[in-house]
């Protein structure tokens, strides 16, 4: 009669789909008669209480006529005693089994030889960790079967704990949000959830879920929270497993191009869930997007994910259970991260009086798969049941100590199904048991040629007789892939990752200090100034420096860049396109300080093709006024505000104390661009109307007094073209937008006279060949002034000088800089570069002196009550005579940061990119505050 049981019992086990992979249990019925196998201790955790067969299961083996041995363990979660009850034999040695049963890996130590194992190895992926067991396996002779291995007609795993990995996951993202809720001032009924390993079972769990469910249904959920949704990835087990949980709260699915909406408007007595599923987020790179499950498959490269811009925006909680191959689309990204955890006012929620904003949408997620740098690329270690849970920021900080604090709470146990063991074991035993039958069959000394095993069990056979099986064989060549690959690894380790510096002058110190403070990072300094670059790579152990001339050298570029991983160019910009192809064809990442120009510009497509980042713009203008202005415009927008006008100031200066010469500026490096620029055109709005400013001096005609910080004496001008950056910063509403370059008051008197008397024409002039007769800038001032004779009577050149300029100020500036000497002149072929040469010398900063920068945005919002707000953001940075100057730091300090997100892969865009985006601006502005360079604000109320 048993034996009718036990037939009836086993043919009804198997689901469907598996039952051509299920053996046949009257095949083997009357050979089970004295075999033996055992079911081991595990020991590779302290919170492992499951094993892979259930009393129950143990029961029906011994009826059949198995002798079954436990191997003895107080911490198994069904004691030795129901073991014993069912008829096992409770002995600590198991070595008369031929087939050894476990959950987990075994202890090298601990393998026998000529057995054959079952359980979860770890090494299908050539994981290193557990190659060392994989070697005794083989040389021990040892027949092993790997679970995750056993799998149905379509490939689908058949034995799994993936259900109760679904369950624990729920249960314990639930209790965490309760704690994260409460530490960001908010009392729920997810209070009174606790962890999974809390309950005797996952009925206990669901009782106390349902419980929290029936107090959300009341109202209890404080308003100010707003709807919460759950996104749950992917169908399978692991997805079912927690929608089970899920659905014991009062609840509404909803599709995702619906999230939005009841993310917005949706009702606090309910949950809404939302199961994303493949065709929900995948798409085709190419045009035409679309999702063909078949391709996909094949070609997982050939795709990219939506989730984290049509989905993750309006998920308050992400229950992620997808499994990820290498080569397929992540769903969050570290730029992402940034994007979804940066702190924002979400003007749907109806705060009450006293009631704390949430800081983003996104509150928690679990990570069920576990599966670190994978599906979630900054979850790059898995938590643990004794530390659960960790804060993860925008940041890329990590807090396990603490629910309050900045970011989203993680969940990512590796080994949930533990904490729900006697369930789990049931679960994983009713599915393992058909296959038992088969494997029990098994002597690790028969060849595997003599076994009739089921394509089930066969296919899941890694190692046999000695040797790989057939199926796995590329376990040994993805080994030596590994193996060289972490050769090349730890040679990168060694040499570390390699930056390129082009240019060893001002700005160069800190860029280089900051990235010298990584010990993974390799420092090459690159100039045409040996010496120069010599000086600068002794202040830092380990910095080499190299001779390399740009233009005349493109192969010794090429080489140079070849070896790096991001090269940093602070050349003169009309040499960043050359660099920027030299980056492209070595597949090298850019970071440069300068403007964009057209000529790099027009390398995007083949950075994109290279996938190489160009990332300009990351100095201080431009630079730190994108990051400060882009802040601040997104705040207002997403507070539902307006931008009226954004006029922005900023300039390098010397201290007040360091000003006295008639431009009251002094050079820390070449003046030519500073002089040139003067003479640029300009083009900006004022009330709607485009201001066109041309070129040849004109921009001095456009000088504003300002008294935004009334202890400076400050003017300003207009930069170059304003009216592109309404596009830029996606201020379309602004009617009036200009961004100016500020000076200390008399710079522009000062330069116009030397603009009158042509002292910054850039065209060469005859009298400064510099192949001809010697002039002095007596001498020379008459040649401008159009006099024949250069030995005039000092006070008439002054007269004339007064005469042509209309003012004794200017007259006086001009003699005051040593413009009317009998000193000889360096000629340098056109008065603008003669001046800059000479200026170089005369308005040098001295040793003890200090420079100041100062950077000012003016916006008007206008907010949704018709109120305006004037808001001014202001930086102030002196430098510092021991140590950088403040034009150094605030240029040097951002790009070294921008190369250390590159390297650290928090910026992944491709091609030419601009410092535009919040994953880019609100980390650079975090980490400048962390180098001293912080900015305040003032609001106005008109």
């Given at each position: 009669?048993?034996?009718f049981?036990?037939l009836?019992c086993?043919?009804?086990?198997?689901?469907?789909?598996?039952?051509?992979?299920?053996?046949s249990?009257?095949?083997?019925?009357s050979?089970?008669?004295?075999?033996i196998?055992?079911?081991?201790?595990?020991?590779?955790?302290?919170?492992?209480?499951r094993?892979?067969l259930?009393?129950?299961?143990?029961?029906?083996?011994?009826?059949?006529?198995v002798?079954?041995?436990?191997q003895?363990?107080?911490?198994?979660?069904?004691?030795a005693q129901?073991?014993?009850?069912?008829?096992?034999?409770?002995?600590?040695?198991?070595s008369?089994?031929s087939?050894?049963?476990?959950?987990?890996?075994?202890?090298?130590?601990q393998?026998?030889?000529?057995?054959?194992?079952?359980?979860?190895?770890?090494?299908?992926?050539?994981?290193?960790?557990?190659m060392p067991?994989?070697?005794a396996?083989?040389?021990?002779?040892?027949?092993?079967?790997d679970?995750?291995?056993?799998?149905?007609?379509?490939?689908q795993?058949?034995v799994?704990?993936?259900?109760?990995?679904?369950?624990?996951?729920?249960?314990?993202?639930?209790?965490?949000?309760g704690?994260?809720?409460l530490?960001l001032?908010?009392?729920?009924?997810?209070m009174?959830?606790?962890?999974?390993?809390n309950y005797?079972?996952?009925?206990?769990?669901?009782?106390?879920?349902?419980?929290a469910?029936?107090?959300i249904?009341l109202?209890?959920?404080p308003?100010s929270?707003?709807?919460?949704t759950?996104?749950?990835?992917?169908?399978?087990?692991?997805s079912?497993?927690?929608?089970?949980?899920?659905?014991?709260?009062?609840?509404?699915?909803?599709?995702?191009?619906?999230l939005?909406k009841?993310?917005?408007?949706?009702?606090?007595t309910?949950?809404?869930?939302?199961?994303?599923?493949r065709?929900?987020?995948?798409e085709?790179?190419?045009?035409?997007?679309?999702?063909?499950?078949?391709e996909?498959d094949?070609?997982?490269?050939?795709?990219?994910?939506?989730f984290?811009k049509?989905?993750?925006?309006?998920?308050?909680?992400?229950?992620?259970g997808?499994?990820?191959?290498?080569?397929?689309?992540?769903?969050?990204?570290?730029?992402?991260?940034?994007?979804?955890?940066?702190?924002?006012?979400?003007?749907?929620?109806?705060?009450?009086?006293?009631?704390?904003?949430?800081?983003?949408?996104?509150?928690?997620?679990?990570?069920?798969?576990?599966?670190?740098?994978g599906?979630?690329?900054f979850?790059?270690?898995c938590t643990?049941?004794?530390?659960?849970?960790?804060?993860?920021d925008?940041?890329?900080n990590?807090?396990?100590?603490?629910?309050?604090?900045?970011g989203?709470l993680?969940c990512s146990?590796?080994?949930?199904?533990?904490?729900?063991?006697?369930?789990?074991?049931d679960?994983?035993?009713?599915l393992?048991?058909?296959y038992?039958l088969?494997?029990i069959?098994s002597?690790?000394?028969?060849?595997?040629?003599?076994?009739?095993f089921s394509?089930?069990?066969?296919?899941?056979?890694?190692?046999?007789n000695?040797?790989?099986?057939?199926?796995?064989?590329?376990?040994?060549?993805?080994?030596?892939?590994?193996?060289?690959?972490?050769?090349?690894?730890?040679?990168?380790?060694?040499?570390?990752?390699?930056?390129v510096?082009?240019?060893?002058?001002?700005?160069?110190?800190?860029?280089?200090?900051?990235?010298?403070?990584?010990?993974?990072?390799?420092?090459?300094?690159?100039?045409?100034?040996?010496e120069?670059?010599?000086?600068?790579?002794?202040?830092?152990?380990?910095v080499?420096?190299?001779f390399?001339?740009?233009?005349?050298r493109?192969?010794?570029?090429?080489?140079?860049?070849?070896?790096?991983?991001?090269?940093?160019?602070?050349?003169?910009?009309?040499?960043h396109?050359?660099?920027?192809?030299?980056?492209?064809?070595?597949?090298?990442?850019?970071?440069?300080?300068?403007?964009?120009?057209?000529?790099?510009?027009a390398?995007h497509?083949?950075?994109?093709?290279?996938?190489?980042?160009?990332?300009?713009?990351i100095?201080?203008?431009?630079?730190?006024?994108?990051?400060?202005?882009?802040?601040?415009?997104d705040?207002v927008?997403q507070a539902?505000?307006k931008?009226?006008?954004?006029?922005?100031?900023?300039g390098?200066?010397?201290?007040?104390e360091?000003?006295?010469?008639?431009?009251?500026?002094?050079?820390?490096?070449?003046?030519?661009?500073?002089?040139?620029?003067?003479?640029?055109?300009?083009?900006?709005?004022?009330?709607?109307?485009?201001?066109?400013?041309?070129?040849?001096?004109?921009?001095?005609?456009?000088?504003?007094?300002l008294?935004?910080?009334?202890g400076?004496?400050l003017?300003?001008?207009?930069?170059?073209?304003?009216?592109i950056?309404?596009?830029?910063?996606?201020?379309?509403?602004?009617?009036?937008?200009l961004r100016?370059?500020?000076?200390?008051?008399?710079?522009?008197?000062?330069?116009?006279?030397?603009?009158?008397?042509?002292?910054?024409?850039p065209?060469?002039?005859?009298s400064?060949?510099?192949?001809?007769?010697?002039i002095?800038?007596?001498m020379?001032?008459?040649?401008?002034?159009g006099?024949?004779?250069?030995?005039?009577?000092y006070?008439?050149?002054?007269?004339k000088?007064?005469e042509m300029?209309?003012?004794d100020?200017?007259v006086?500036?001009?003699?005051?800089?040593?413009?009317?000497?009998?000193?000889?002149?360096?000629?340098?072929?056109?008065?603008?570069?003669?001046?800059?040469?000479y200026?170089?010398?005369?308005?040098?900063?001295?040793e003890?002196?200090?420079d100041?920068?100062?950077?000012?945005h003016?916006?008007?919002?206008?907010?949704?009550?018709?109120?305006?707000?004037?808001r001014?953001?202001?930086?102030?940075?002196?430098?510092?005579?021991?140590?950088?100057?403040?034009?150094?730091?605030?240029?040097?300090y951002?790009?070294?940061?921008?190369?250390k997100?590159?390297?650290?892969?928090?910026?992944?865009?491709?091609g030419?990119?601009?410092?535009?985006?919040a994953?880019?601006?609100?980390?650079?502005l975090?980490r400048?505050?962390?180098?001293?360079i912080?900015f305040?604000?003032?609001?106005?109320?008109?």
């Amino acid at each position: 009669m048993w034996v009718f049981r036990l037939l009836k019992c086993e043919f009804n086990t198997p689901p469907l789909s598996t039952i051509r992979t299920v053996p046949s249990t009257i095949r083997f019925i009357s050979t089970l008669k004295g075999k033996i196998i055992a079911i081991r201790r595990e020991d590779q955790s302290v919170w492992e209480r499951r094993a892979p067969l259930a009393p129950a299961n143990v029961r029906r083996l011994i009826r059949a006529g198995v002798k079954v041995l436990i191997q003895p363990s107080n911490r198994r979660a069904y004691p030795a005693q129901s073991y014993q009850a069912a008829g096992a034999l409770l002995q600590e040695d198991i070595s008369s089994a031929s087939v050894i049963f476990g959950v987990k890996q075994v202890p090298v130590d601990q393998l026998l030889s000529n057995k054959t194992y079952c359980f979860f190895s770890h090494t299908i992926k050539a994981q290193e960790s557990n190659m060392p067991l994989l070697d005794a396996i083989l040389e021990k002779n040892i027949r092993l079967l790997d679970y995750e291995k056993l799998t149905d007609l379509n490939g689908q795993r058949v034995v799994a704990f993936g259900k109760y990995a679904g369950v624990a996951g729920m249960v314990n993202i639930l209790h965490g949000l309760g704690l994260r809720l409460l530490a960001l001032g908010h009392h729920t009924p997810f209070m009174h959830i606790g962890p999974a390993h809390n309950y005797r079972d996952s009925a206990m769990a669901r009782q106390a879920i349902r419980d929290a469910g029936y107090e959300i249904a009341l109202g209890a959920m404080p308003k100010s929270i707003g709807p919460l949704t759950f996104v749950f990835t992917g169908s399978g087990n692991v997805s079912q497993g927690g929608q089970e949980l899920f659905q014991e709260l009062p609840h509404e699915y909803v599709p995702p191009e619906m999230l939005k909406k009841v993310a917005e408007h949706g009702d606090t007595t309910k949950i809404y869930g939302c199961e994303v599923r493949r065709r929900h987020h995948l798409e085709r790179k190419e045009e035409g997007g679309g999702f063909d499950p078949e391709e996909y498959d094949k070609h997982p490269e050939k795709y990219i994910s939506t989730f984290s811009k049509k989905i993750a925006p309006y998920a308050s909680v992400i229950i992620n259970g997808i499994y990820w191959a290498v080569d397929s689309p992540k769903l969050l990204t570290l730029p992402d991260a940034k994007y979804l955890l940066r702190p924002a006012h979400t003007p749907w929620l109806p705060i009450s009086v006293g009631a704390p904003a949430l800081p983003h949408r996104m509150l928690a997620i679990c990570d069920i798969s576990a599966d670190p740098g994978g599906s979630i690329e900054f979850m790059n270690e898995c938590t643990t049941i004794d530390t659960p849970f960790c804060l993860y920021d925008a940041d890329r900080n990590k807090d396990t100590k603490s629910f309050k604090g900045p970011g989203v709470l993680v969940c990512s146990i590796d080994n949930m199904p533990t904490q729900l063991p006697k369930e789990s074991t049931d679960f994983f035993g009713n599915l393992l048991y058909p296959y038992v039958l088969d494997i029990i069959q098994s002597d690790a000394k028969t060849p595997l040629e003599e076994h009739h095993f089921s394509p089930a069990v066969h296919s899941a056979i890694i190692a046999s007789n000695g040797r790989l099986t057939a199926n796995f064989e590329y376990i040994q060549e993805l080994r030596l892939l590994n193996k060289r690959s972490k050769h090349k690894a730890d040679n990168v380790e060694a040499q570390n990752k390699t930056v390129v510096v082009l240019g060893a002058g001002y700005v160069s110190a800190p860029l280089v200090e900051y990235l010298h403070r990584a010990s993974n990072i390799r420092l090459i300094v690159a100039s045409q100034l040996k010496e120069e670059a010599d000086m600068l790579a002794s202040k830092f152990p380990g910095v080499e420096a190299i001779f390399l001339n740009v233009l005349e050298r493109p192969d010794t570029l090429k080489d140079t860049i070849d070896s790096a991983d991001v090269a940093v160019s602070l050349l003169p910009y009309n040499l960043h396109h050359v660099v920027a192809k030299a980056c492209i064809s070595t597949k090298t990442h850019l970071v440069t300080a300068s403007y964009l120009n057209e000529d790099v510009k027009a390398l995007h497509d083949e950075a994109v093709a290279a996938e190489v980042t160009i990332l300009n713009e990351i100095g201080l203008d431009p630079g730190i006024d994108h990051l400060l202005a882009l802040e601040c415009f997104d705040s207002v927008k997403q507070a539902g505000g307006k931008i009226e006008s954004f006029v922005s100031w900023c300039g390098g200066l010397p201290s007040p104390e360091c000003s006295s010469n008639p431009l009251r500026y002094k050079f820390s490096w070449s003046p030519r661009g500073v002089l040139l620029n003067t003479l640029a055109s300009a083009r900006y709005y004022d009330e709607q109307q485009v201001v066109d400013v041309p070129a040849g001096g004109n921009l001095m005609t456009q000088v504003q007094d300002l008294d935004f910080l009334p202890g400076f004496a400050l003017e300003g001008y207009p930069n170059r073209d304003s009216t592109i950056y309404k596009d830029f910063y996606g201020i379309n509403s602004a009617n009036t937008v200009l961004r100016g370059t500020l000076r200390f008051k008399g710079f522009c008197n000062t330069i116009r006279s030397m603009q009158y008397l042509g002292l910054i024409d850039p065209n060469p002039h005859p009298s400064l060949h510099p192949n001809g007769p010697d002039i002095t800038w007596r001498m020379l001032v008459c040649n401008l002034l159009g006099l024949a004779n250069g030995n005039i009577f000092y006070g008439n050149l002054k007269r004339k000088l007064a005469e042509m300029l209309n003012s004794d100020e200017a007259v006086q500036a001009i003699e005051d800089l040593g413009l009317l000497k009998e000193d000889l002149v360096m000629k340098m072929n056109t008065p603008l570069d003669t001046l800059t040469y000479y200026l170089s010398k005369k308005l040098c900063y001295e040793e003890s002196e200090r420079d100041l920068v100062i950077l000012r945005h003016d916006i008007g919002i206008l907010w949704p009550d018709n109120r305006r707000e004037k808001r001014g953001i202001n930086l102030v940075l002196y430098g510092d005579v021991k140590g950088h100057s403040a034009m150094a730091r605030t240029v040097g300090y951002p790009a070294a940061i921008a190369v250390k997100m590159i390297l650290d892969g928090e910026i992944q865009q491709r091609g030419v990119v601009l410092p535009f985006t919040a994953d880019i601006y609100r980390p650079l502005l975090n980490r400048l505050k962390a180098e001293g360079i912080e900015f305040f604000e003032t609001s106005k109320w008109l």
